[in-house]
């Protein structure tokens, strides 16, 4: 389960030494995982100019299945004081379908 995942590098020095320099061993991560659940929104601003390009990386390398939410920010999003939103009842959701 991936909540507002990156596939590559998106801007952010804090995250920048995650990404390889010749990208993910996408069959490695396919053959590790049984199911993978994406949860995505449109209006991501870290996954920006283009949310949907993360989205199709993981599920052509990955064999990924996404939810994509035409609102939510970065999920989760955050209360003005600082205080996560949730539970995200899509993301318990997803939780629950990879489970059976």
Same mark, same amino acid.
């Given at each position: 389960?991936? *909540?507002? &995942?990156? #596939?590559?590098p998106v801007g952010?020095?804090?995250? #920048?030494?995650? /990404?390889?320099?010749?990208? /993910?061993?996408?069959?490695r991560i396919r053959?590790? *995982?049984?199911?993978?659940?994406?949860?995505?929104?449109?209006?991501? &601003?870290?996954?920006?100019?283009?949310?949907?390009?993360?989205?199709?990386? /993981?599920?052509?390398?990955?064999?990924? &299945?996404? &939810?994509?939410?035409?609102?939510?920010?970065?999920?989760?999003?955050?209360?003005?004081?600082k205080r996560p939103?949730?539970?995200?009842?899509?993301?318990?959701?997803?939780?629950?379908?990879?489970?059976?």
């Amino acid at each position: 389960m991936l *909540v507002s &995942t990156m #596939a590559g590098p998106v801007g952010y020095e804090a995250v #920048a030494g995650f /990404f390889p320099e010749s990208g /993910f061993d996408w069959p490695r991560i396919r053959s590790a *995982v049984q199911r993978t659940r994406l949860l995505v929104a449109l209006d991501d &601003t870290v996954l920006s100019p283009n949310p949907l390009e993360h989205v199709l990386l /993981f599920a052509l390398h990955a064999g990924a &299945t996404a &939810t994509v939410l035409p609102n939510g920010g970065h999920l989760p999003d955050w209360t003005e004081d600082k205080r996560p939103v949730g539970p995200l009842p899509q993301a318990v959701q997803l939780v629950l379908d990879c489970l059976q």
